[in-house]
């Protein structure tokens, strides 16, 4: 029963980019390895000098466009 369900619910994927300032905890990204992970608490670092980094990569200091995933319900 559990698994007609899940076969009824049909997701589309969409791929933003967006300005890293604009990620936060929870987000689907698409790192620079072209791998999608999500951002926990852990993964984001702010630092005076550097600025914002996630996954350890400050993406140019943000001006590389971080690609944002976002889920979208089709019925």
Same mark, same amino acid.
């Given at each position: 029963?559990?698994?007609?369900?899940?076969? &009824?619910?049909?997701? &589309?994927?969409?791929?933003?980019?967006?300005?890293? $300032?604009?990620? @936060?905890?929870?987000? @689907?990204?698409?790192? $620079?390895?072209?791998?999608?992970?999500?951002? $926990?608490?852990?993964?984001?670092?702010?630092? @005076?000098?550097?600025?914002? @980094?996630?996954?350890?990569?400050?993406?140019?200091?943000?001006?590389?466009?971080? &690609?944002?995933?976002?889920?979208?319900?089709?019925?």
């Amino acid at each position: 029963m559990y698994q007609n369900n899940l076969l &009824k619910m049909a997701v &589309k994927r969409k791929i933003v980019e967006v300005h890293i $300032s604009t990620i @936060s905890i929870g987000d @689907s990204i698409i790192c $620079s390895d072209r791998f999608e992970r999500t951002v $926990s608490k852990d993964n984001i670092k702010k630092d @005076s000098f550097m600025g914002i @980094s996630i996954f350890g990569d400050t993406y140019k200091l943000g001006q590389t466009p971080c &690609k944002k995933v976002i889920y979208e319900k089709i019925n």
